[in-house]
C-alpha cells in the first residue's frame, strides 16, 4: 500500500495483560521502525528491521517487548506482561531501501496502549 | 546533553509572517536531518529532509544546515492559520534510527 497501516487505532489492556500492535508497512519498504511516543513529544526509538531481519534492537526492554517482521505478514509488537509505564502512542515507520543517503521515514497512525 | 535539542517554545506568530525554528545536535557524524510536523493526537508528517550544507527550499519551507556548527533550522515563510503544529526536528546516523528533539509548539494567529 502506499501508507504505513497500523492497527489496532486503540487498545486497552489491563496490567499484566499481553498486548500485540500490527503494522504492514508502505509497500517496496525494506526497512521498518518502531518508536514509542510518551508525555507529549518524547520519541523514543524501540527496534528496526531489514526486511525480516532485526536490524538494531538497542532500544528494546528485552525482558517483556518482542518484535518480528515475517514475509507476506504485517510486522508486529508485543508486550508481555504490561505495565502502568507501557501506556503511550507506539508509532511504526518504513523507509525505502539505503540509496547512498539515509531514506526518510513514512509513519503510521500510531496505535495509543492504554494500561488500566 | 540531549542528542537533539530544539528551542522550546510555543512560538506564537502573526498569520503571513516567518516562522524560525532552531536545532542543534550533538554527534558530528549524524548523516541525515529531518523536519517533522506533527498535529495533536496525529502521526508525524514528513516536512523537509536535507543532507548537505545549505539551504534547500520547498515551497514556503526552507530548510538550512550547517554542520561545522551542528545546527539545523527551518523557515516557514507566509505563514498560515493551519500551519499551527508541533515541529520535529530528526537526526539519523549510520544505524538509521532517528533521534527526536522535543519539537516545537508553532501557534499562527489569525
Known amino acids: 500500500g502506499e501508507e504505513v497501516a497500523q492497527t489496532p487505532k486503540h487498545l486497552v489492556r489491563g496490567e499484566g495483560q499481553k498486548a500485540k500492535l500490527y503494522c504492514a508497512p508502505i509497500k517496496g519498504h525494506s526497512y521498518v521502525f518502531w518508536y514509542q511516543q510518551v508525555l507529549k513529544n518524547e520519541f523514543k526509538f524501540l527496534i528496526s528491521?531489514?526486511?525480516?531481519?532485526?536490524?538494531?534492537e538497542t532500544g528494546m526492554p528485552k525482558e517483556r517487548f518482542s518484535a518480528k517482521c515475517l514475509p507476506n505478514s504485517p510486522c508486529s509488537l508485543e508486550i508481555q506482561a504490561t505495565k502502568l509505564e507501557d501506556s503511550a502512542v507506539y508509532f511504526c515507520a518504513s523507509s525505502p531501501p539505503f540509496q547512498g543517503s539515509n531514506q526518510p521515514q513514512h509513519f503510521g497512525d500510531g496505535t495509543r496502549l492504554s494500561i488500566l | 546533553q540531549k542528542e537533539v535539542e530544539q528551542n522550546s517554545g510555543p512560538l506564537s506568530v502573526p498569520e503571513g509572517a516567518i516562522a524560525s525554528l532552531n536545532c542543534t545536535y550533538s554527534d558530528r557524524g549524524s548523516q541525515s536531518f529531518f523536519w517533522y510536523r506533527q498535529y495533536s493526537g496525529k502521526s508525524p508528517e514528513l516536512i523537509m529532509f536535507i543532507y548537505s550544507n545549505g539551504d534547500k527550499e520547498d515551497g514556503r519551507f526552507t530548510a538550512q544546515l550547517n554542520k561545522a556548527s551542528q545546527y539545523v533550522s527551518l523557515l516557514i515563510r507566509d505563514s498560515q492559520p493551519s500551519d499551527s503544529a508541533t515541529y520535529l526536528c530528526?537526526?539519523?546516523?549510520?544505524?538509521?534510527?532517528?533521534?527526536f528533539g522535543a519539537g516545537t509548539t508553532v501557534t499562527v494567529r489569525a
Open positions: 530528526a537526526v539519523n546516523l549510520w544505524d538509521y534510527k532517528l533521534s
Open positions: 528491521f531489514q526486511n525480516e531481519n532485526v536490524f538494531d
